[in-house]
Structure formats: C-alpha cells, structure tokens
C-alpha cells in the first residue's frame, strides 16, 4: 500500500500507461496499491482544496484495503 501526497509522487510510482490522480484514485502498481491523495501543503489546506476530513477518507481506505491485502485469497 502506498499513499502518494501529491501528483508529483503518484507520477514517481505509477505505472505506464500513467493512470489519472487524482484525490482518492486507486491504482494498482505490481503488488502494490496506490491511493492518491491532494498534497498537505498550506495552498491546499488553506483554500479548502484538502480538508482534515479528506485526509481521513484516504487513510482509512488505506487502512482497508491493507486489511484485505494481509487477509489474502
């Protein structure tokens, strides 16, 4: 499972062809999953773009889909 804070990281981790990021996209790298997240940077976070709520969604998405990846078949 890997979080990517920003387009800049899901552009490093992505496969190609390049799947669209966006906040809360999911796409699968090998044996990897990625979620993509908005960047927690001020210009995100003071106009409202990213909020402690959309974090949270993120997170726990994550925290699922890891639960079902350690569960297995």
């Given at each position: ?19 669209r ?23 995100n ?29």
């Amino acid at each position: 499972m890997i979080v990517c804070l920003g387009q800049f990281a899901w552009n490093l981790v992505a496969p190609r062809p390049r799947p669209r990021f966006g906040h809360g996209a999911e796409a699968r790298a090998g044996r990897y999953m990625l979620l993509g997240c908005f960047h927690p940077s001020q210009q995100n976070t003071f106009t409202g773009r990213l909020t402690a709520p959309m974090i949270e969604a993120v997170l726990r998405r994550a925290r699922e889909l890891a639960d079902i990846e350690r569960a297995g078949p």
